[in-house]
């Protein structure tokens, strides 16, 4: 099913290309229609893997796996009708293998945000450089994350998913926990817990969710 997903902006592509090539190349009054129903299609497509980037989970990413086919075909279809349309109508060629897979790429790029979780993630990596630095400075990791301020950070930086809950925090002279939530459920949620003796973050199903929130997060 999700490969008929990925082919189906391909194959509307390549419909768009045939339709754009039969409206070039007549002069028959139909073809004014195929070039409207190969201009309409084209913004479809495009209006499709904008509207899929600019409400993506994932930094755009499924916008992306969208797009490059896209563009490929669209390359492909361009260096057809190039060779294959007579004189200034070439143009076509540079209109739909140029310009079109530009704009879709770019728009991408401008449109869309990252996900809440990745924000957070890159709020924590602020967080963890900062209580390293402070146990560099005074041999032990803070009671409270708010003890990072101001002298290490100006500001705690936000949760963004763990619907004003805050972090997950635990520190000691030795070694410290961090932590937030993200997709919560009314009785659980997934939890991402970084340790300070570890480099990734590690994130799993648990019951820490914010409507029990728990602000000490314990590891197996």
């Known amino acids: 099913m999700e490969n008929l997903i990925c082919l189906l902006p391909v194959a509307c592509t390549a419909l768009a290309t045939f339709l754009l090539h039969r409206g070039l190349a007549s002069s028959r009054p139909l073809a004014r229609w195929f070039l409207l129903a190969s201009l309409l299609l084209l913004i ?3 209006s499709s893997i904008l509207f899929a980037a600019v409400r993506a989970e994932d930094d755009g990413l ?3 796996i969208f797009a490059v086919p896209v ?3 669209a390359v492909g279809a361009a260096i057809w009708l190039a060779l294959s349309l007579p004189s200034w109508r070439k143009l076509a060629a540079v209109a739909l293998g140029v310009l079109f897979p530009m704009l879709i790429l ?4 401008l449109l869309a945000t990252p996900a809440p979780e990745t924000i957070t993630r890159q709020h924590g990596d602020v967080l963890i ?10 041999g032990s990791y803070p009671d409270h994350l708010t003890d990072l301020v101001p002298t290490y950070l100006p500001a705690i930086p936000e949760a963004t998913t763990t619907q004003g809950t805050g972090w997950l925090y635990r520190g000691t002279a030795q070694q410290f926990i961090l932590g937030f939530w993200y997709w919560p459920e009314k009785d659980s949620s997934w939890v991402c817990l970084h340790q300070s003796d570890g480099v990734e973050w590690e994130c799993k199903y648990d019951n820490w969710g914010p409507f029990s929130p728990v602000s ?4 197996e």
């Open 44 to 46: 479809v497509i495009g």
């Open 62 to 64: 499924f916008a992306f």
């Open 71 to 73: 563009t490929a075909t």
């Open 106 to 109: 770019l728009s991408i790029q």
């Open 129 to 138: 450089q900062a209580l390293k630095r402070y146990a560099q400075t005074t």
């Open 216 to 219: 000490t997060p314990q590891v």
